[in-house]
């Protein structure tokens, strides 16, 4: 889209109107890119069938920068909801979507996010069947926000939940922790240091449903690392369960350069956000198995088994340290990063 067709070059105020201008938006925009038969019917809303049990997550995406290394906030947003669907053992297929987009932003930039999020779609297999666009006055908001509810139907073969988790299980990642939140750090703020880090967003959901299809519920649980990172999650698994995790620092999969650019600005990459990678907790004696079979996805390539369940230390998270000591890995207090999905 360019300022030919729709007639300037950045979203004003009659954008947002319920007019002539908003109508414009989105069929030139929005109804053009996403077209489908659910949305192509312009409701309100859409009516679909499921067979089974759904899952249904929402997430509204206010990173900053809007585009990064690896990614926009379009794609972020698709992959974020598609992946939290995932994680409750489902199959994403349909997503709604929402835009609050700032007075001023360039036709262009809205351009490229709206077909970062089709793009995103596509490969993830969901369909966009509807939304809502909103136009806020300008340094009432900061660029675009997006909204995004993912419904999916659970998978025959899933169990996920907490209350499956027993000593013993195996805590696995699915690949190299921290790249996305030191991506968005190397941005920001004048902190931009040369590197290739890249975000490592991107849908699981694949990945996945084929350990669905093979282990059925000897995987207890599926979550995803983003704000807090790692360590955050770990700690609230273990004060769910009311057991222990103990970790292996060694194990952790983690790319030098993220190492040595966490290291520069002082951020332990334990609690710095990821948006592609997941942990599965499983039984024991399918882990060595669940591990091959992530690692032969390009999804999982970076797969690893880093610790499990224990009945010592209750509600904690201790790691044994690359020097043969042990820490206890608390939650994240506050806020380290902000702004980063």
Do not use: W
């Not at 300037?8 to 002539?20: E, P, Q, V």
């Not at 949305?39 to 997430?59: C, M, P, R, W, Y």
């Not at 809007?66 to 794609?75: A, T, V, Y």
């Amino acid at each position: 889209m360019n300022k030919s067709e729709l007639g300037f070059d950045t979203i004003n105020l009659g954008h947002g109107s319920g007019g002539t201008m908003t109508r414009d938006l989105l069929d030139k925009i929005i109804f053009k890119t996403f077209n489908n038969t659910f949305l192509n019917q312009k409701h309100d809303g859409s009516i679909v069938k499921f067979d089974g049990e759904i899952a249904i997550s929402t997430d509204s995406f206010v990173v900053s920068p809007i585009f990064f290394k690896g990614g926009n906030i379009g794609e972020l947003a698709v992959n974020g909801t598609v992946n939290d669907v995932a994680m409750c053992g489902a199959i994403p297929k349909y997503l709604s979507l929402a835009f609050i987009v700032e007075e001023g932003l360039a036709i262009d930039d809205f351009t490229k996010i709206v077909n970062s999020v089709k793009r995103a779609a596509d490969n993830s297999g969901v369909l966009i069947i509807t939304g809502d666009t909103k136009v806020v006055e300008r340094g009432k908001g900061d660029k675009i926000f997006i909204n995004t509810t993912g419904f999916g139907e659970v998978h025959p073969e899933a169990n996920i939940s907490a209350n499956n988790i027993k000593v013993g299980d195996k805590i696995i990642v699915s690949g190299l922790i921290a790249q996305h939140g030191m991506a968005i750090m190397s941005q920001r703020e004048g902190l931009e240091f040369e590197s290739t880090i890249e975000s490592d967003t991107t849908n699981v959901n694949y990945l996945v449903n084929d350990l669905l299809d093979k282990f059925g519920n000897k995987i207890h649980l599926f979550r995803d690392p983003t704000r807090g990172g790692l360590a955050s999650v770990l700690s609230e698994i273990a004060t769910d369960i009311n057991k222990g995790v103990i970790i292996s620092e060694n194990k952790i999969p983690l790319e030098k350069q993220v190492a040595a650019a966490c290291e520069i600005l002082g951020l332990d990459p334990m609690y710095v956000a990821n948006e592609g990678v997941f942990i599965a907790i499983v039984e024991a004696n399918v882990a060595d198995a669940v591990v091959e079979t992530m690692q032969n996805n390009e999804k999982g390539i970076n797969t690893a088994c880093i610790g499990e369940v224990t009945e010592e230390h209750p509600n904690k998270v201790v790691m044994q340290s690359l020097v043969g000591g042990k820490r206890i890995v608390s939650p994240l207090i506050g806020e380290q990063l902000p702004r980063i999905c």
